[in-house]
């Protein structure tokens, strides 16, 4: 087979194995947006915490309380038995209870996004982390770009003749 077909068709499987890592980046669906405003720090605060509500803190998780502040990377975690509020820029979300609440930066925006308790269970591997994430996803492209090119060798072998 062309020297120049192989060459395509194992550029096209790779991408095809690093294009799936790139899914596991972080949703770009926030609950609520507010633009950054530069180096204000920190970025928001809790403005209510009512029973099992943790936040975390510079050394691990923390019991959230009235005031405490929130900035990139933070996350709210509301037990079966609490409730929170937060205030952060122009966004005041509620977060209820079995559900977290993440802050992170998007481009020129602060991003919220609220995650329920089925959707935090999906996606909170328990365990050992059984996922499938980027180091997999490139060995699968690894993996299939060697076979592509193992089953397209041409190597002239007058047997098959």
């Known amino acids: 087979m062309n020297l120049v077909i192989k060459t395509a068709l194992a550029v096209f499987f790779v991408s095809i ?5 790139s ?7 926030c609950s609520c947006a507010t633009p950054y405003q530069g180096s204000v720090s920190p970025i928001g605060s809790i403005h209510s915490a009512i029973g099992d509500v943790m936040v975390s803190q ?3 998780y923390g019991a959230a309380k009235v005031g405490s502040t929130l900035d990139f990377g933070s996350r709210v975690v509301v037990g079966a038995k609490g409730a929170a509020s937060v205030l952060v820029g122009g966004c ?4 209820s209870a079995n559900s977290s609440l993440d802050v992170s930066r998007l481009g020129n925006n602060i991003c919220l996004k609220l995650v329920g308790s089925e959707q935090t269970a999906a996606i909170q ?18 993996l299939l770009t060697s076979g592509v090119l193992a089953a397209t060798q041409d190597d002239d072998n007058g047997v098959s003749r």
């Not at 596991?24 to 669906?29: E, K, P, R, T």
């Not at 591997?125 to 690894?142: C, D, K, R, V």
């Open 58 to 60: 510079t050394t691990g």
């Open 125 to 142: 591997p328990s365990g050992g982390g059984a996922g499938f994430g980027p180091p997999e996803a490139i060995f699968t492209g690894a």
């Open 17 to 21: 194995g690093f294009g799936s890592a």
């Open 92 to 95: 005041s979300l509620e977060v």
């Open 23 to 29: 899914s596991f980046a972080q949703d770009a669906s």
